[in-house]
């Protein structure tokens, strides 16, 4: 059957390897998208092997769910579009079924006080945004600026609803897991064989992520952790979902932007200053804590050192102070507030670079300073070059690499204790849940069991909802690190900004007030690079895309990565037989698809009228061939 679609057949040949990558180099109008969806469907017919197809437009997802159905109806097997699910947005869940699914709803919500209010509140949002975006379309007066206002709010209540009606289904599951025969039943069985449950598998289709086998989502969505409400959360990179799966990723030229946006975007950003200080001041008088608080008697150690080494930063950098600035010279000669936003810059896989022409240096304020005009009356970032010898030898200073580099460690190094001490507790917690000792206790996710811990520790609740995915964010890169760790450790591989990731400090003025700054570090950790090498270890990644032999900064560095995958050391129950490789393809398939493109199209003409088709349809030479 998939003789005549040679893009599909194709698609069906090259996936046969486990894992690795390989390109499909076809032009705009070749038809990639439409035989991709035949593929997907004739491997739902003849293959369990699971398929995730990741793409940059979200307006894409209906397109390729609506093909793959169409061809499954032609094959006459329409029963198995129910073997795949769009992963989306919560929020547009919630947007798309929660008003025609209210009243089942609300049956569950008057069992908590707490979800009732914010299922009231929920709907009548919904409700809301309906009228205003219909009084859009009707070109009648509407403001978009209470528009905007209403996404943003229901965007802030989606994840609270969920969680809360998460906790509801753990308590009837936790009640009704056991079949008359006293066998256990699967929380999935137990939401559809329940009339009272069964609309989460509508309003949340992840819900349903355990029963599926071709999954549909954006490249954003695919970084994201997934809650399928009835279990625990699972991350679609490093979960079960990847193992032997075929990655299919629409567009491949364009997703490391999608990937970098995204990355960029997950909480990487940390005002040092204030989260030390906050970090300092919950820890501050560690003797008078509860010593029964949850698991924190059996990491009593680590939170006495956590206590000790603030207190050791504290008086170091922040002796009398916790305000720093930044400031400079005027023509002058005086001393004066800068008025720009600078950035220190600092990359990981170079020694400590920072602009030498300015060379930063952070003095700590003491009460002995000097300042009878109480300019300078707190922490100073300022270039060396401004400060003469006399004021060097009479300071106390310290170069801006050691300081920011002291502070992010010990930032981190919480962050990670905290984790560690977090997963410990989440695991004894879920420990009692499976073995059924208390039919009320709820199955506890890394994020819970971390605020749990903070909330216990004494952080205020502000602090607590700030901290809580800083702390996986900071910390959830060691993932990458071990699961991509080189055979060789002398590899050179290890020295490049692709593998080891960038880091820079920026201060920033406020802009509501002159005097108020923010010393913030963005640390890239993990890289689109990387997230490709660590996907392709586990699975077989199959990149779509009309331009992916054109460099630049869009496209991915594929010599890193293919010496990544070389030096590649798989941490897995199975070792595959052959290492994790990008794959070429063969003249033959190239040729073939040249020949299918010129049938379809007219193609793109040269001056002459000739067809120039080998400027699109072009092999890159990454290393090993498939043989047909």
Request: hydrophobic content about 35%.
């Amino acid at each position: 059957m998939l003789a005549k679609y040679k893009i599909a057949n194709t698609l069906r040949i090259i996936s046969e390897p486990k894992n690795g990558i390989t390109i499909i180099p076809n032009p705009t109008g070749s038809g990639k998208s439409y035989e991709t969806a035949i593929f997907i469907a004739w491997m739902l017919i003849n293959s369990g092997r699971k398929i995730i197809f990741v793409t940059t437009r979200i307006a894409h997802l209906n397109l390729v769910e609506s093909n793959i159905a169409y061809h499954l109806k032609e094959m006459g097997e329409q029963d198995k579009i129910d073997k795949v699910v769009q992963i989306k947005s919560f929020v547009n869940c919630i947007k798309q079924s929660f008003l025609r699914l209210s009243d089942d709803i609300e049956r569950i919500a008057n069992r908590n006080k707490e979800l009732k209010e914010v299922f009231t509140v929920l709907r009548s949002e919904l409700i809301r945004l309906e009228v205003e975006t219909k009084n859009s379309k009707n070109n009648q007066d509407s403001n978009k600026a209470v528009i905007k206002s209403i996404n943003e709010h229901i965007s802030n209540l989606e994840p609270k609803f969920r969680n809360l009606l998460s906790e509801e289904f753990a308590k009837s599951y936790n009640h009704n897991n056991f079949d008359q025969k006293g066998n256990c039943i699967s929380s999935y069985d137990y939401m559809m064989n329940s009339e009272e449950w069964k609309f989460i598998a509508e309003l949340y289709p992840s819900s349903q992520h355990s029963q599926k086998q071709v999954f549909i989502m954006t490249s954003a969505k695919f970084l994201e952790k997934d809650d399928p409400i009835i279990s625990k959360r699972y991350d679609f990179i490093k979960g079960e979902h990847l193992k032997d799966a075929i990655v299919i990723i629409d567009e491949v030229d364009a997703v490391k932007n999608d990937f970098l946006r995204k990355i960029l975007s997950n909480d990487l950003k940390k005002n040092i200053v204030d989260i030390f200080k906050v970090i300092y001041r919950t820890f501050e008088n560690i003797d008078e804590m509860d010593p029964d608080t949850i698991e924190v008697s059996k990491s009593i150690g680590k939170i006495k050192a956590i206590s000790n080494r603030s207190k050791e930063i504290k008086e170091k950098y922040f002796p009398s102070k916790w305000v720093v600035r930044l400031f400079e010279k005027d023509d002058n000669g005086e001393f004066q507030e800068a008025n720009v936003i600078d950035k220190l810059m600092n990359f990981y896989s170079v020694d400590n670079y920072f602009d030498t022409t300015r060379k930063y240096v952070y003095i700590p304020f003491t009460d002995d300073r000097n300042d009878p005009d109480n300019i300078t009356q707190c922490n100073i970032i300022i270039s060396e070059n401004y400060l003469d010898e006399d004021t060097k030898s009479k300071i106390t200073m310290y170069n801006i690499a050691d300081f920011i580099k002291e502070v992010n460690q010990f930032i981190n190094r919480t962050f990670f204790d905290l984790r560690t001490i977090s997963n410990r507790y989440m695991e004894n917690e879920n420990k009692r849940n499976e073995l059924n000792l208390d039919k009320e206790t709820l199955w506890i996710d890394e994020t819970r069991a971390i605020s749990t811990l903070l909330t216990q520790l004494s952080f205020s609740e502000k602090n607590v909802n700030y901290l809580v995915r800083k702390i996986v964010s900071a910390t959830d890169f060691k993932n990458f690190k071990e699961a991509l760790k080189p055979n060789n450790p002398d590899t050179p591989i290890g020295r490049d900004v692709y593998d080891r990731g960038l880091c820079y400090t920026s201060i920033t003025q406020n802009y509501n007030s002159r005097h108020s700054y923010t010393l913030d570090n963005y640390e890239i950790m993990y890289t689109p690079e990387l997230i490709l090498a660590y996907v392709a270890s586990r699975a077989h990644v199959i990149g779509i895309s009309a331009t992916p032999e054109n460099p630049g900064i869009q496209n991915f560095f594929w010599s890193f990565i293919k010496k990544k995958l070389n030096n590649l050391h798989i941490k897995d129950t199975e070792v595959y037989d052959e290492r994790p490789a990008i794959h070429k393809l063969q003249n033959d398939f190239l040729n073939l698809l040249k020949e299918d493109y010129s049938e379809k199209t007219s193609g793109y003409f040269d001056k002459k009228g000739n067809i120039k088709i080998d400027t699109f349809i072009k092999g890159i030479d990454f290393g090993k061939e498939i043989s047909r």
